[in-house]
Structure formats: C-alpha cells, structure tokens
C-alpha cells in the first residue's frame, strides 16, 4: 500500500509546534494536562533539540501556556512533571519495511527550582521529535482551549491528514490504544462511541481549526473500524484572531534580536523578556561589554544563560566569579598534586603490566610446564583441555587467555617498583612526570 507523506515547511511560530507523527501516535495514557504539558515543554525546547539535553522555562511562562493566566499551581505542576518521567512513550516506526517498537520516558529529568522548570530529554527522543520526516503543525493557542482529554489527543492523531482529507481505517482495537480508553466499560461500542468519539468530536469541531466526521464499518453486526473525515474547520476565521502571533511585536525589540545575534534560541530569548524585560537588556548591555573586554570566556551565549539563570546582580560577579577568584593556591596545587598521583599511578600500572609480559617471555619451557600444572590443579582439568605438553601452548584461545590472566595474578605479587628503573623506563617512553618519583 502505498504510504501518503504529508510534505510541508511552514514557518514555525512561536506558538506552532512541529510534532513527530509516531510521537502522535502513541499510547494515550496521558491526562489532558499532561498532554498539553508535553506540547509546550516541546515547543519551548525545539529550537535546541539537538544541542542540548537539558532545558528550562519559567514557570510562570509556562503556566501562560498552559492556559493558567492567574495562578501558578506549582504541587500540580510537579505531579504533572513526576508523571511524565514514568509515562512511556511508545514508537511504532517502519524501518525498511519492518515494524519496529520502541519505548522510553516522555521525560528523563524534571525540576522547579527558583521559578524555573527545567527538564530533559532522552536523545533519541529529541532526534525524533526535531527532524520528523513527516509531522503535523500543532497550534499552542488550539491547545488551550480543549477542556477534554480525548478530544485533544483525538485532535493531534487527526491533524496531519487535513491535507489528504482522512485518516484511513483504524481497527477499534487501534484506535481505542492511541486515544487511551483502555477503560474495560469501553469494551461495549456505545460507550465508546458516546465518550470517545461524539464528545471529543463536537468539541473539536466547535474550538480547533479541523473539522471532523466519524465514519464506521461493520463485520457482521459488530462495528470492527472506523475512520475520520477530516477537513478545515468552515468557523476558522473566527478563530484567527485568537490564534496570531502574540509575540510579534516582541520579535522586533531590539533586545530580542540581539538575544537571537548571541545564538540564545528564539523561545528562549522570547521567555525571558516576558519575565523580565529590563533585566534581559540590561543583560545583553552588561555581557557585550565585557565581551568587548575580552573579559567573556566561552560564549557569550552561555554567559547569558548564567547570569539570568542566576539571577545575578548584573555588574556584580556572579557566584562563579567570585569562586574562581576565591580558589586558593593551596586548593590548585592539591588539584596538582592529586593530577600528578593518579598519572602515576596510572604509569606504575603500566610498568608492572611490562614487566610481567618481560618475566612470561623469560619463562623456560620446565618452568612453564610446572606451572599449567599448578593452574589445572587450581582451576580444574576442564581449563586445560587444549594444552599441548609439547609445544607448552593451549591451541583454544579462550583457555589460552584465561591461562595468561591467571599466569599475571601469580606474577604480581612479586613485582616491586624500583625508583631509578621505573625512572629510566619513564625517560624511555618519554613519558617523564613533572615531578621526581618518591
């Protein structure tokens, strides 16, 4: 069957978020606010899906998204998160013609410190989620206006195939897995088609910009499939004026285009003037500064960062700062001293591996002879299978190996380092450390 591929490159904006189809399709074990949790945590990150694991957004941004305008539930937004790290997401993906299941956490680390939420993401998941091959546009602002979980996530599994007009047939069984009605009341159709399908759809129909209508197929009198009309909602220019760009004007300021010159990421740049817009440009003023100074090491992008995140005194030095300026002499020469002991020990570890590999060539073929015997006796008959009495070689490589490691733990015990040998066989690699062998 030939494969319909949805291909499109619309602008992302700041409230459009470009969603993986297989991470659509996936089970729908999700709350209504966990799923739009997931959308703008998503949204939020795109920009640097493939540069970075970890990313944060302020809280109260992020409450903004969520359609929470006057409070800020911070228990709920942290069982929200701890769902998430538990939740698996499931893929389903064909790969040269063959099926392939995956599954991982919808997120592998969340946190609200300070009025930030930070968060991370498995990178296979971020490969997946930024480059999808196919995906479907899902608007932020649709978003909040859906008050039912199985409408939302009935409106992201429908969404890209506005272009093509239908879903295809779904077996319920199917469908009923991607929407998450596992509920066993859900076994009987009426239910299903009750909760599951005229809800959801009076309510997608009434606020998205789709439009859909169910379609059902029996076998004998049993409904076995269904499908989705999908079409553009005839009321989406009513809808319009609540879904444009609210940040349109923002990404004309003069901060925001000198946040996005530093490489910070369009979202990014765009929360931190909604928190705080003085503080960000006075910000961007007090890092180009120092910049010009030559006093910025690393990025300037990642000095940013710090600062806000920080919420540091701009023109004050950050705790960083000040810790660098504070380490003591004494702190770096025992950084020294502890470098200098572990690439000793590390070149003593060497040394003996040489000098027993130099003791095993030295040994006679009696000396050898006698001491596979020791070593069957210690380790069994059974290791010594391919030993060959004649040529005192094991033919196996398995048994060879594990003679020779053994032959090593016997050797050990008797090597003892000796200052000036260790000394001239260090010259000899030129491998001197910076300090006299004790």
Request: proline letters at 3%; a positive charge; glycine letters at 4%.
């Amino acid at each position: 069957m030939k494969k319909n591929i949805v291909s499109c490159s619309p602008k992302l904006t700041s409230e459009q978020l470009k969603k993986n189809v297989a991470a659509i399709h996936t089970n729908g074990d999700l709350s209504l606010l966990e799923r739009k949790m997931v959308n703008v945590l998503l949204l939020n990150a795109y920009d640097e899906l493939l540069s970075r694991r970890t990313h944060t957004l302020p809280v109260n941004h992020l409450c903004a998204m969520l359609g929470w305008d006057e409070s800020c539930n911070i228990a709920l937004l942290k069982r929200v998160l701890r769902n998430l790290a538990v939740t698996p997401i499931e893929f389903n993906i064909l790969e040269n013609g063959k099926e392939v299941w995956r599954v991982m956490s919808m997120i592998s680390f969340g946190e609200i410190k300070n009025g930030i939420c930070t968060y991370r993401y498995d990178e296979y998941l971020a490969e997946r989620f930024y480059d999808p091959e196919i995906y479907a546009m899902i608007n932020i602002g649709v978003q909040r206006r859906f008050e039912g979980g199985y409408a939302l996530t009935l409106y992201e599994n429908c969404l890209r195939y506005k272009t093509v007009g239908s879903t295809g047939w779904w077996d319920i069984e199917r469908f009923r897995k991607l929407v998450g009605a596992a509920a066993s009341i859900y076994d009987e159709f009426k239910y299903l088609k009750r909760d599951v399908i005229t809800k959801p759809i009076n309510e997608i129909n009434r606020v998205s910009d789709i439009w859909l209508a169910p379609e059902f197929k029996k076998v004998g009198r049993k409904v076995n499939y269904l499908r989705f009309i999908v079409t553009e909602n005839p009321q989406k220019t009513l809808l319009q004026p609540d879904l444009k760009d609210d940040h349109a004007a923002l990404r004309k300021s003069d901060t925001f285009k000198r946040l996005r010159e530093h490489g910070i990421g369009e979202r990014l740049a765009i929360a931190w003037i909604l928190q705080d817009k003085e503080r960000a440009q006075a910000v961007v003023d007090y890092v180009e500064e120092k910049d010009r100074k030559k006093q910025v090491k690393g990025t300037t992008a990642g000095y940013i960062r710090k600062l806000i995140e920080e919420k540091a005194e701009v023109g004050i030095k950050t705790a960083y700062e000040v810790k660098k300026e504070n380490a003591s002499k004494e702190d770096i020469e025992k950084a020294k001293r502890n470098k200098l002991a572990a690439r000793k020990a590390e070149l003593e570890a060497e040394y003996r591996k040489q000098m027993i590999t130099d003791r095993i060539k030295r040994l006679t073929r009696e000396e050898r002879k006698i001491l596979v015997e020791r070593y069957s006796v210690a380790e069994g008959e059974g290791k010594t299978k391919s030993y060959n009495p004649e040529t005192t070689e094991f033919e196996d490589t398995i048994e060879r190996i594990a003679f020779m490691a053994w032959l090593r733990s016997q050797f050990l015990p008797e090597i003892q380092i000796n200052t000036n040998e260790f000394a001239q066989w260090l010259k000899g690699k030129g491998s001197e450390l910076k300090e006299p062998v004790e």
